[in-house]
């Protein structure tokens, strides 16, 4: 039962061998709510009154676990071979907008902003703008306030401590991230598998570590996707365990580790 509502709301697919894991930590939220059994928890679930506990559903069925700069090279191929494109574009008079699809807590969001301001750091003064989604309302409010435990500053490159660490005075033991990297950014609540409401195609999308809750089939649309909303010549960054499957693998080429280019012109 929870396998299929979770597949309707959300298009996440939970394979059988993470059953286990599925009932100890929903478990938890039976116990908290006082319920006796899983077929009242997805009763509430398709309830007006169960809205307020969906999030904490999602919480339980996906694995927010991220950090700054995570799988490097991205970022390093950002700042080195894109940014150079992306500011000329951007001195041109034109829009640059590259999305974080699957921010979680903000991490990611944050490790790209970095990027941006270590190749270029009057970027602030042109038409930049990153876009950083997720599913869960509750790691979305987390990556807005900006404020996370002093030993994530050990995952953070030395080049870019200092460009992330703002001048606040967060509680004892947090950072907070500095404000002009924070103003680079707009926060969202986003279903990938629901309608998408931006205008403006991307010229950057990361997608990380996100398409392993869905099937194949979904895999795929969502990669198709993706590569529909790209401006020609975007490129899409994905996680190391990912493939590209689908019609997409024919518009999108591989440039660099886990990163692929746009093609332009006709399809086969």
Same mark, same amino acid.
């Given at each position: 039962? =929870?396998?299929?509502? *979770?597949?309707?709301?959300?298009g996440?697919?939970l394979? &059988? ?9 929903? !478990? $938890? /939220? ?17 309830k +007006? ?13 996906? +694995?927010?676990? +991220? ?25 041109a ?10 921010c ?9 902003? !970095? ?12 038409d930049?703008?990153?876009? *950083? ?6 790691v979305?409010?987390?990556?807005? @306030? ?6 994530? =500053? !050990? ?5 870019? /401590? ?8 967060? &509680? ?9 990297l924070q ?8 279903n990938?598998?629901a309608?998408?409401p ?11 570590? *996100?398409? =392993? ?7 795929? /649309?969502?990669?198709?996707? @993706? ?10 960054? =994905? ?7 689908? &019609? ?5 080429k ?7 280019? $746009?093609?332009?012109?006709? @399809?086969?």
């Open positions: 039962m =929870i396998s299929e509502l *979770a597949n309707r709301r959300y996440l697919f394979q &059988p061998s993470k059953k286990a894991l599925v009932h100890s930590r929903l !478990a $938890k /939220r039976l116990r908290a709510l006082k319920l006796t059994s899983f077929e009242d928890y997805c009763s509430l679930l398709n +007006t009154e169960g809205e307020a506990e969906r999030p904490h559903l999602l919480s339980a069925l996906t +694995t927010n676990v +991220t950090h700054f700069f995570r799988e490097i090279h991205h970022f390093e191929f950002l700042k080195d071979v894109l940014m150079p494109q992306l500011l000329a574009k951007a001195q008079g034109n829009p640059v907008r590259l999305w974080s699809s699957a979680s807590s903000g991490q990611e969001a944050y490790s790209i902003a !970095a990027a941006l301001v270590a190749a270029a750091p009057k970027v602030a003064q042109y930049f703008k990153i876009l *950083a989604t997720d599913i869960d309302p509750q979305v409010r987390a990556a807005k @306030f900006a404020v996370y435990p002093t030993e994530q =500053i !050990a995952t953070i490159p030395p080049l870019w /401590r200092d460009q992330l660490t703002g001048s606040g005075r967060p &509680p004892l033991g947090e950072f907070k991230i500095n404000a002009r103003e680079l950014i707009s926060f969202g609540e986003l990938l598998v309608d998408w931006m205008q403006r195609n991307f010229d950057v999308i990361f997608c990380r570590n *996100a398409t =392993i809750y869905f099937d194949k089939t979904t895999q795929a /649309r969502l990669w198709q996707r @993706f590569a529909d909303v790209m401006v020609d010549g975007g490129h899409l960054m =994905i996680g190391h365990s990912e493939r590209l499957s689908g &019609p997409a693998q024919a518009q999108l591989s440039v660099a580790i886990t990163t692929y280019q $746009k093609l332009t012109g006709p @399809f086969a």
